[in-house]
């Protein structure tokens, strides 16, 4: 487990903006761009120009294809963070050569021919880890998923405050069924140093599952005691790790 440490506050948000690479933010599968909105701010306070993209959530090749066009908006190198769905998303989208580093929070990180549906059955029905409920219930509406309110402030942002959980439930985004079974074709962690944040309260991918991904990918690892939106509830450690990653070389 690393250490924390508190990101300095001191760097002028116009120093060296030219040398630092971009942030391209990249969210998961029940959530839009907003859900940076408590990261955003403190990375761009350390001088890092910042992309959330808005992934439409209908495909695996549309939302790559979104955070392509993201990376050749950005100026000069990028480093990639997908929460959830989003690891998946830059697993696929990162082998542009521009792309400096990797940053899951909580995220998916398919090998070559996985989904999100064969490492879910793999690791809950063959290993049996032990399952958790976030993802149980789900509600189906012509081939375009969503959670249920009461899921989302108990099992999905249980560490939010409910009024704000209710408020993701209320502009969660729609995530097509489709995407459950999407192959990756080219992962992009092979090629990359990557950075993985455990979600240690997580309740929509088991914590263990996440430990393995990321000792999978040959990560460095941080742990936080959070629920799966750490994002939104640990936004500065989030972003710290962001910066690390961001330094690299």
């Given at each position: 487990m690393m250490s924390f440490s508190e990101p300095d506050d001191h760097t002028s948000s116009l120093e060296n903006v030219e040398e630092k690479p971009t942030i391209i933010l990249v969210h998961g599968a029940f959530a839009d761009g907003s859900s940076w909105n408590k990261v955003i701010p403190i990375l761009q306070k350390q001088g890092f120009q910042v992309i959330a993209v808005q992934n439409p959530l209908?495909?695996?090749?549309?939302?790559?294809?979104?955070?392509n066009r993201a990376i050749?908006?950005?100026?000069g190198n990028v480093v990639l963070v997908g929460h959830s769905w989003?690891?998946?998303?830059?697993t696929q989208a990162g082998n542009d050569e521009r792309v400096k580093a990797l940053v899951y929070v909580a995220a998916y990180a398919p090998d070559e021919g996985q989904s999100l549906e064969s490492i879910s059955k793999e690791?809950?029905?063959?290993?049996?880890?032990?399952?958790?409920?976030g993802f149980s219930d789900p509600v189906i509406t012509d081939g375009y998923i969503r959670l249920k309110e009461e899921t989302i402030v108990k099992h999905f942002a249980q560490d939010l405050p409910k009024q704000e959980a209710m408020v993701l439930a209320a502009g969660q985004g729609r995530f097509h069924v489709s995407t459950l079974g999407a192959k990756i074709s080219n992962p992009a962690w092979k090629n990359k140093p990557s950075f993985y944040i455990v979600s240690d309260n997580d309740q929509?991918?088991?914590?263990?599952l996440e430990t393995e991904m990321a000792a999978k990918i040959h990560a460095t690892v941080y742990h936080l005691p959070a629920s799966h939106v750490a994002l939104l509830?640990?936004?500065?450690?989030?972003a710290e790790v962001i910066i690390k990653a961001a330094g690299t070389k």
């Open positions: 209908t495909s695996l090749n549309d939302d790559v294809a979104f955070v050749t908006e950005a100026k989003g690891g998946a998303v830059i690791a809950y029905e063959v290993r049996k880890i032990p399952n958790v409920p929509v991918i088991a914590p263990q509830s640990k936004p500065e450690k989030v």
